[in-house]
């Protein structure tokens, strides 16, 4: 399995912009998909955003389509998730994974997870 390691959470404004980033290790990092999910207080782990294996194709949940951008860089072993015009109800702690399918929307489709990182939007 691949290890990985999410950061670039914080505070942030509301209608602000932030970029998380998610670093891979372990086995061959470009034969995953990777997804983005995020998991509010006293909610469940919802998607967010997935990403094919080279990097060609992107699935979005509705919530953050046109706001959220996921992408990748292979040689550098790292998914990014570029968040703009961020809202309130976009505060969660945010979460890497990997799959071997895509594209994966639900938690059981991944297999490895980074540890989180949180993200707060203030109003």
């Known amino acids: 399995q691949v290890q990985l390691v999410d950061s670039g959470g914080r505070l942030v404004q509301a209608g602000g912009s932030l970029r998380l980033s998610c670093a891979a290790s372990?086995?061959?990092?470009?034969?995953?998909?990777m997804g983005w999910f995020r998991q509010a207080p006293g909610k469940e782990r919802e998607f967010v955003a997935t990403i094919n294996s080279s990097g060609t194709r992107t699935y979005y949940s509705n919530s953050v389509k046109g706001r959220f951008t996921i992408s990748r860089d292979n040689a550098k072993n790292t998914v990014y998730l570029q968040m703009n015009s961020l809202k309130p109800e976009d505060t969660a702690v945010y979460y890497c994974?990997?799959?071997?399918?895509?594209?994966?929307?639900?938690?059981?489709?991944?297999?490895?997870w980074g540890q989180g990182t949180q993200v707060t939007v203030s109003s």
């Open positions: 994974a990997s799959s071997s399918t895509y594209p994966a929307t639900t938690t059981t489709g991944y297999t490895s």
């Open positions: 372990g086995r061959t990092f470009s034969n995953y998909a």
